[in-house]
T-cell receptor
């Protein structure tokens, strides 16, 4: 079946730094979603992307739908302690179920 | 606005006991509903999904079952829990479009 890879698996950054992470697939998707999960909570949808090349921002977060439709990128600018959590990407092809990546665990050091 | 409720938040059950986790969605009709399991430090594994009442599809054969007795109610069950059933269970709903929204999750520990 379809699988997504997320890179990096985990990262430790200093507060105030920018963060970049990506998600890649061996097959194409029509939609890319980015979620954040706080410890012990359900994932919360951050950004949804619907078109190849699309660039969408949500506050300090910016995500892009890769032009090949096989990847997506999430950037966080000027990180703060509450950015700590696991970031999941998910892809969907029309009429099929979502496929989730394994997550990128972000730690922010003060 | 739409909301999703999932309970209980935490559960400790002995091996061999039954399980029933419930999920309800408010503010929408005919949602697609999903049950996921998340092992510690891992990603999300889709267990069941439903596109309508009594329409359940299983993604992974296992010790669990799901039912949808009402349009906005999704139940995850087991007759006899195994140690390997421990994990974080998440219910999610989708309006049928390309977005999914999650509940708060249930932390299940089988002892």
């Amino acid at each position: 079946g379809q699988q997504l890879n997320q890179s990096p698996q985990s990262m430790f950054i200093q507060e105030g730094e920018d963060v970049s992470m990506n998600c890649t697939s061996s097959s194409i998707f029509n939609t890319w979603l980015w979620y954040k999960q706080d410890p012990g909570e359900g994932p919360v949808l951050l950004i949804a992307l619907y078109k190849a090349g699309e660039l969408t921002s949500n506050g300090r977060l910016t995500a892009q739908f890769g032009t090949t439709r096989k990847d997506s990128f999430l950037n966080i600018s000027a990180s703060i302690p509450s950015d700590v959590g696991i970031y999941f990407c998910a892809g969907q092809l029309h009429g099929q179920n979502f496929v989730f990546g394994p997550g990128t665990r972000l730690s922010v050091l003060p | 606005s739409q909301t999703i409720h999932q309970w209980p938040a935490t559960l400790v059950q002995p091996v061999g006991s039954p399980l029933s986790l419930e999920c309800t969605v408010e503010g929408t009709s005919n949602p697609n509903l999903y049950w996921y399991r998340q092992a510690a430090g891992r990603g999300l594994q889709l267990l069941f999904y439903s596109i309508g009442i009594d329409q359940i599809s299983s993604e992974v054969p296992q010790n669990l079952s799901a039912s949808r007795p009402q349009d906005r109610q999704f139940i995850l069950s087991s007759k006899k829990l195994l140690l390997s059933d421990s994990g974080f269970y998440l219910c999610a709903w989708s309006p049928g479009g390309p977005e999914a929204f999650f509940g708060q999750g249930t932390r299940l520990t089988v002892v």
